[in-house]
């Protein structure tokens, strides 16, 4: 999406992010709130709710970002339903990095 159509499409900025055991909800600007799947991200499915609850806004509060997970979810995919794209032979490699610390 190019910047011109974000500014025509008045898209939101995140006001606020909540993480659940089964749910990422963010509240927008325009005072909608989005839950989608936990499961969509397993970084944050596998996440310790520290870890989860250790995120940032990036991007003019156009994306999230986890640094002890090292995810970044984009304001975009959330509201086009994209779940992580990440491969299984990534997220196996991530998993098993955490398992030996």
Do not use: C, F
């Not at 900025?13 to 325009?30: K, N, R």
């Not at 520290?50 to 986890?66: C, D, K, P, Y």
């Not at 984009?74 to 032979?89: A, C, M």
Request: charged share 20%; hydrophobic share 40%; net charge negative.
């Amino acid at each position: 999406m190019t910047s011109s159509m974000v500014e025509i499409l008045n898209v939101p900025q995140i006001q606020g992010v909540a993480v659940s055991d089964e749910l990422l909800t963010v509240d927008l600007s325009d005072g909608r709130v989005i839950a989608v799947p936990l499961a969509w991200y397993p970084r944050l499915l596998h996440g310790t709710p520290v870890e989860r609850e250790n995120w940032r806004l990036t991007g003019s509060q156009a994306g999230i970002h986890w640094p002890e997970l090292d995810e970044d979810i984009s304001l975009k995919n959330i509201l086009l339903g994209q779940p992580s794209g990440e491969s299984q032979t990534s997220l196996q490699q991530w998993l098993n990095s955490r398992a030996s610390v």
